[in-house]
């Protein structure tokens, strides 16, 4: 039914009037008055299942003014607010993306996207597939077929399909027990457009693609993970973080949940949304404009095993989920330690109902160590400062899976994004005494298969302003030469990357990709100012060209691609990554061949884990550490943590000090007089 324009304005004029930044995170108030302006386009009766409603960013052509502007504290325009909504019409495949302009009471969008574009999955729908499956009287014989002890309590994990799994049968009551140690050989196929079931595939567990009926499951002990179960160790002493002035960082609201971050020189704006979890805007050093935004922009995980229906496993969390709408409420003393600072996120629930998501960012501090140091031989004298870090994070849950993530500033003008991956293997079971070349067996009938985790990082740099290139750098020999007759010389060869591509790093030429502003130059050598990249290496995606997996995750094939800034292209691997075909993602842009020199830039940099299981990671893994570094490279005149203060016992009251250590200065030295000539300096006297 065609609505009204007077309807569509009553719905949203029903918001609550609000003065809030335009990169400030929807309001409740937003949320709903978008919501009942997306209702009012159909009849009351019509029930509509809403996916994301987050916030539709302004042009940046007019936010980067706007910014500019309100940081040097002076009058700013006043931009207009926008949601953009995803949404279902209820027990059908029709999925629509409409943008609302909250400000002018107008709905600007309302398309029904097409074939092979598919919301994200959400609560809602986890909990019908388990209700529909587990009710099911197919599944039900199935599960009959295992002849399982009275009292099994049957786990789905349902992420694109359906995977079956038990929890011990002799603790069944006990619902944090480990289901990933007691995998079934069923999986039911089931369709969200009607909610019903499809079939049920029966899962290979030798080592081909023969698959045999149910039959008995041969129970295996339990593998738990949590303490009650562990001999924990009597000989660990507390280790308190303690700061007894407080935080160093100062923070001030952007609008309902948005904040403002100020810490040793850096200025920063975090934002939330239910696709990326956190996001910086309008990132600063010292006054001077860094990046525009930098987010997580996906994540891929395709597995190995070639067999179906295992071929179909490849996870995109956030693409598939949303790094906001998995987001944990982090404990204080355990997520993160010392002087806290939290954030709440706010997205949509199902039914288009604002959602707050308690504590989704925790904001503090921690020591890294050393940042610099120097001892004078000759005198023994130690100058010295302690690297201070301020971390942004978060943490998410994917069904099996933790990613903790989270964006590190320190005190030398740098900037890290780290992933630590933790949680559970995905498992399925293996027949006893089988062993198979793409999976690691990590507990009897349970095999993990093989799998990357492939990351990709968004980076909208604004390096000393707009006009930005990426270059790279690469040492290379000299030849033999008169110049070089010892053969050991080499120089750095700066080359630039002229259209949009995908490049790829070369560790024996120590490739390095910089983002340069050439308008900018540093006083003291007159290079342009820049920023590097330092990313670890990863294996591109090993599924072949023409697999869905390499069609999908369009940025897995590159270590970085580089595109010309365009509003609204967001997301490496496309706006919907469910059941997605490909051809929307950064590798499509990239195949404009635009210019990308000295102009408004994108940088999408990849890395990632090859995850070949081991015994260890099971029942739960260590975590797996990555870090990509944003370092300035002739950006300052000087190390910019000389004005740190020295790191001092009064200051930091370890409760014990190791000896000065002194070498032996030589017995020598020479002084030079005021004719130029050197003289033997005087001996110094040893009492």
Same mark, same amino acid.
């Given at each position: ?91 059908? &495949? ?6 609302? &302009? ?18 994200? !999955? ?36 349902? %992420? ?65 993970? =949590? ?35 100020? %810490?040793?020189? %850096? ?64 404990? +204080? ?12 996120? +706010? ?39 302690? &690297?201070?870090? +301020? ?49 690691? !067996? ?66 024996? =030429? ?6 340069? &502003? ?70 499509? %842009?990239?195949?404009? =061949?635009?210019?990308?020199?000295? =102009? ?19 029942? !739960? ?65 040893? +009492?």
């Amino acid at each position: 039914m065609a609505p009204e324009l007077d309807q569509i304005n009553a719905a949203l004029r029903s918001m609550t009037e609000l003065d809030v930044h335009p990169l400030a995170p929807l309001t409740a108030a937003e949320i709903t008055a978008s919501r009942n302006a997306i209702q009012s386009l159909y009849d009351a009766g019509k029930g509509l299942l809403f996916k994301q409603i987050t916030l539709q960013e302004p042009r940046k052509e007019l936010l980067s003014q706007y910014l500019d502007s309100d940081f040097a504290g002076q009058p700013v325009q006043k931009l207009d607010r926008r949601a953009c909504v995803n949404y279902y019409i209820r027990n059908t &495949n029709k999925f629509h993306e409409a943008i609302v &302009n909250l400000t002018q009471c107008r709905m600007e969008q309302n398309l029904r996207l097409g074939l092979n574009q598919h919301g994200n !999955v959400d609560a809602e729908e986890i909990v019908a597939v388990e209700k529909v499956v587990l009710e099911h009287e197919d599944v039900k014989a199935e599960i009959a077929k295992l002849k399982l002890p009275e009292g099994s309590v049957i786990i789905c994990d349902p %992420w694109t399909y359906v995977y079956m799994y038990m929890r011990d049968p002799t603790n069944s009551t006990f619902e944090d027990s480990n289901h990933y140690a007691l995998p079934l050989p069923i999986s039911p196929v089931y369709s969200a457009a009607d909610a019903k079931l499809v079939r049920i595939d029966i899962v290979p567990t030798g080592n081909d693609h023969s698959v045999k009926p149910v039959t008995p499951y041969g129970l295996k002990p339990p593998n738990e993970y =949590t303490s009650e179960h562990q001999e924990l160790r009597m000989d660990l002493k507390p280790l308190n973080v303690v700061q007894p002035e407080g935080a160093s960082f100062k923070f001030r609201k952007m609008g309902e949940t948005g904040e403002i971050i100020e %810490w040793q020189k %850096w200025f920063f704006r975090i934002g939330f949304n239910a696709r990326e979890g956190t996001i910086l805007y309008d990132v600063r050093y010292d006054g001077r404009p860094l990046f525009y935004r930098l987010s997580l922009s996906d994540m891929s995980i395709p597995y190995a095993d070639p067999r179906h229906p295992f071929h179909k496993k490849s996870a995109f969390d956030l693409g598939d989920g949303g790094a906001g709408t998995l987001a944990n409420n982090l404990q +204080l003393g355990c997520d993160c330690l010392g002087s806290i600072h939290y954030l709440d996120g +706010l997205i949509c629930d199902s039914n288009g109902e604002p959602m707050r998501m308690p504590n989704a960012i925790c904001v503090h501090e921690q020591d890294a160590g050393l940042s610099w140091k120097h001892t004078n031989y000759r005198t023994g004298r130690a100058a010295l400062v302690r &690297n201070r870090e +301020l971390v942004v994070q978060s943490i998410i849950t994917a069904s099996n899976y933790e990613y903790v993530l989270a964006f590190v500033f320190n005190q030398a003008g740098e900037l890290h994004y780290e992933v630590r991956a933790t949680g559970i293997l995905s498992t399925q079971p293996i027949d006893d005494g089988v062993d198979v070349p793409w999976g690691t !067996v990590v507990h009897p009938g349970v095999l993990a298969a093989h799998h990357q985790h492939i990351f990709s990082l968004r980076i909208d740099p604004m390096i000393d302003g707009h006009s930005n290139r990426l270059v790279y750098d690469e040492a290379l020999p000299m030849p033999r030469s008169d110049f070089n007759p010892h053969g050991i010389g080499y120089y750095s060869q700066e080359t630039i990357v002229g259209t949009s591509c995908g490049l790829d790093a070369d560790y024996d =030429t120590a490739r390095t990709f910089k983002i340069q &502003n050439v308008a900018v130059r540093n006083p003291v050598n007159g290079k342009p100012v820049a920023y590097k990249i330092q990313a670890p290496p990863f294996q591109k995606m090993l599924a072949d060209k023409e697999s869905f997996n390499h069609r999908r995750a369009e940025f897995a094939d590159h270590d970085i691609y580089v595109v010309p800034h365009r509003d609204g292209e967001l997301y490496s691997a496309g706006q919907y990554t469910n059941q997605s075909r490909g051809g929307n993602g950064v590798r499509t %842009w990239a195949k404009r =061949t635009e210019n990308v020199v000295d =102009t408004d830039i994108v940088l999408y940099v990849q890395f990632g884990l090859q995850h070949i299981p081991r015994a260890e990671d099971f029942p !739960v893994m260590p975590s797996e550490v990555l870090r990509v570094a944003l370092k300035p490279v002739n950006f300052f005149d000087k190390n910019p943590a000389l004005d740190v203060p020295p790191s001092a016992q009064e200051f930091n009251r370890s409760t014990l000090v190791a000896g000065a250590h002194q070498q032996p200065a030589p017995e020598m030295e020479a002084l030079v007089g005021k004719g130029g000539e050197v003289h033997r300096a005087p001996e110094k006297s040893k +009492l």
